[in-house]
């Protein structure tokens, strides 16, 4: 696994999530959005579908 920093996010990438609420899942990064206070709020969808919002600090990119 390569940590990577929220802005090298890209949409599409694999990623597991390793804080907060949702840690220990994964899936594929699908909507990248930057809220008013500045943090970095992304999109998982998981192989079964199953959508979540999560953190982008939350989150590393694997490969």
């Known amino acids: 696994m390569t940590p990577k920093t929220p802005k090298e996010l890209k949409d599409g990438d694999q990623c597991k999530v390793v ?5 220990g899942k994964s899936g594929k990064v699908r909507d990248i959005n ?6 970095i709020t992304i999109t998982v969808e998981q192989k079964s579908g199953v959508r979540f919002k999560t953190l982008g600090k939350n989150v590393i990119v694997v490969r």
């Open 34 to 39: 930057t809220s008013k206070t500045g943090h």
């Open 19 to 23: 804080g907060g609420t949702h840690a």
